[in-house]
């Protein structure tokens, strides 16, 4: 009998299981692996999951969460080749998402599937981004969110379209193996992943295997760019957009000339002066769900 080890933090997104709950999920959905469910507490979380994976050689790491959850199990187990599957119980679950893990049934269907893809990540000033990060009016949409000290989708929908209509651009300098671009932008996206957790997908040619990322530079200025760019948010077409901007890159530096707040998987990160990214190809095992086999992968 195989090993799986189920990472669940309680507090994320709006389930709330107790562990027979989990266990009986785990028995059904998971069959032929033995479950060891260990909860988070939000303090010193990768040294414990660090301990539980060493103790029971889990062949399959099943993370009960959202992408802060993912983000820390993954980091946690960097060194450890470990087969790694989000249960999408996050408010928002963007990463989960790319990975063709829409609900927590995609995730019981990967189980049984079993394809393992290796996955890029990107570090950023030392910092891991698994998904997406930007400068800019995301950022500032994810500051007033967390000053709102809200959970869930709902704050967060709520403060999109003054934060749209109300964001100036900023000048960034982009810095890439050949060439420096001096750019004014409401955004700058540095993308891993395809889509944001609201299923707006910004990286349309996004894939998270290629060895490459994507530097996007997003500057609508008019209402008709606004609507264009909202629609091609939902169709999936945003490079055709002329106030669009598109670099496939395995690294860069990005110059904040102006100030512009910054995150990275929905973590604030201030204001950086300067950031310098670059890709870790093939950085992590994760299983993914139907979607991302078909379209996603290089
Ligand atoms: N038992 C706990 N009590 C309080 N906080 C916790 C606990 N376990 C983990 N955390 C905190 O939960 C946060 C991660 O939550 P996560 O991002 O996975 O969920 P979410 O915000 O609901 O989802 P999403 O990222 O999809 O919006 C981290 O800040 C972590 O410190």
């Not at 200025?221 to 669009?244: R, S």
């Not at 496939?248 to 998987?265: K, R, Y």
Request: aromatic residues 8%; proline residues 2%.
């Amino acid at each position: 009998m195989k090993n799986c080890l189920f990472v669940y933090n309680p507090i994320s997104g709006s389930n709330d299981f107790d562990r027979d709950e989990i266990n009986e999920m785990l028995e059904i959905k998971v069959p032929g692996f033995t479950p060891y469910i260990i909860e988070t507490t939000g303090e010193n979380d990768e040294e414990m999951v660090l301990a539980e994976f060493q103790k029971y050689q889990p062949d399959l790491v099943l993370i009960g969460g959202g992408d802060g959850t993912v983000k820390m199990v993954a980091k946690s187990l960097k060194e450890q080749n470990a087969n790694l599957l989000i249960v999408p119980m996050g408010s928002a679950n963007g990463l989960a998402k790319c990975m063709g893990i829409e609900m927590i049934s995609d995730a019981w269907e990967a189980v049984r599937d079993f394809k393992v893809h290796q996955i890029d990540a990107i570090l950023m000033n030392g910092e891991l981004c698994l998904h997406l990060a930007d400068f800019g009016m995301n950022a500032n949409l994810i500051k007033k969110f967390e000053q709102d000290d809200g959970r869930g989708m709902f704050g967060y929908v709520k403060n999109s379209l003054s934060e749209i209509f109300s964001s100036e651009a900023k000048k960034f300098l982009l810095k890439f193996d050949h060439q420096t671009i001096e750019i004014s932008a409401k955004m700058i996206v540095i993308a891993n992943g395809d889509q944001y957790g609201t299923g707006a997908i910004v990286n349309c040619k996004g894939v998270m295997d290629d060895g490459k990322f994507e530097v996007i530079s997003l500057n609508p200025e008019t209402a008709e760019d606004y609507v264009k760019m909202t629609m091609a948010f939902m169709k999936g077409n945003l490079d055709e957009l002329e106030c669009i901007k598109t670099w496939s890159v395995s690294s860069c530096q990005i110059d904040n000339l102006e100030g512009a707040e910054f995150q990275i998987d929905g973590e604030m990160m201030g204001c950086p002066d300067s950031i310098s990214a670059k890709i870790g190809k093939h950085a992590f095992q994760f299983l993914t769900g139907k979607s991302f086999a078909s379209c996603r992968t290089s």
